[in-house]
């Protein structure tokens, strides 16, 4: 019995007013770069208006990049980003081996996606978590003030396991680029970075902590996007865990955000 394939979906990214950013990112020219905006065409076919050579033209707008792999969909744009659903017609390729990608000088917009799917499998999650960072770095911070010499030492043991196993400059990484979450990784971890810096600064930490803090912010991203990936044996478990930040959680449920990864 013939196995089923599964169907494709195919997104692509636009800047938040719906425009289609240039092929190779933005260049300093005098000429206006010519763009579709995807927010008025739904439901329409849309032709490329500067079709390129198929399909190493690099030059500002030479075909539309859609992905078959949403974890990659932020390569080439920055967050936020509004994503859509869109059928490839016509003559498809790609090229750099990138089979990720399918290019394309024509499309059909089919509808407009949740943003959470700029991350994949595990957006959902990893949306979640960033929404709570300013009040989970509200009660870290707290702990810092509360007992500033025992949380210090807590989270060297912590941060020198981190580093020593490589649990997110190996592990993650490694994993996100297997599993083609690499742009998703990078993107969850610098808006990670950004929400405990903006809370860490409001809470008045001091340096150290705000050091402690923003990498605790960046691990705990990665390892809700990356729970599914890490997982086999005791070992993979304890580096989950490691990123989740297990050791340094208190007894707030809000604190606890493994408990919601594995939901």
């Known amino acids: 019995m013939a196995r089923k394939t599964r169907p494709v979906t195919h997104f692509m990214a636009t800047r938040p007013d719906g425009t289609v950013q240039p092929t190779s990112g933005t260049y300093m020219t005098a000429d206006p770069v010519p763009t579709v905006n995807l927010a008025e065409c739904i439901g329409q076919i849309v032709d490329h208006p500067t079709p390129g050579k198929p399909w190493y033209d690099e030059t500002h707008f030479s075909y539309f990049r859609t992905y078959t792999r949403p974890g990659e969909l932020l390569e080439r744009i920055e967050w936020p980003a509004r994503l859509w659903v869109v059928e490839p017609l016509g003559e498809t390729g790609t090229w750099g081996g990138c089979s990720y990608w399918v290019l394309c000088h024509k499309l059909r917009v089919v509808e407009e996606a949740e943003p959470w799917h700029a991350f994949g499998h595990r957006g ?130 809000l604190s606890r955000p493994e408990a919601m990864a594995a939901r």
């Open 124 to 253: 959902k999650q990893v949306m979640s978590v960033l929404a709570q960072l300013p009040e989970l770095v509200r009660q870290w911070a707290d702990q810092w003030a509360a007992d500033p010499d025992g949380t210090h030492r807590t989270y060297k043991t912590w941060e020198a396991r981190v580093h020593e196993t490589r649990a997110l400059t190996g592990w993650a990484n490694c994993r996100a680029e297997y599993s083609r979450r690499e742009a998703a990784l990078r993107t969850a971890t610098t808006l990670a970075t950004d929400a405990a810096t903006q809370a860490a600064t409001d809470a008045a930490v001091t340096p150290h902590a705000l050091a402690a803090i923003q990498l605790r912010a960046r691990c705990l991203a990665a390892g809700q996007l990356m729970f599914d990936r890490i997982r086999d044996g005791e070992y993979e478990r304890s580096i989950r865990a490691l990123l989740l930040g297990t050791a340094l959680d208190s007894s707030s449920p």
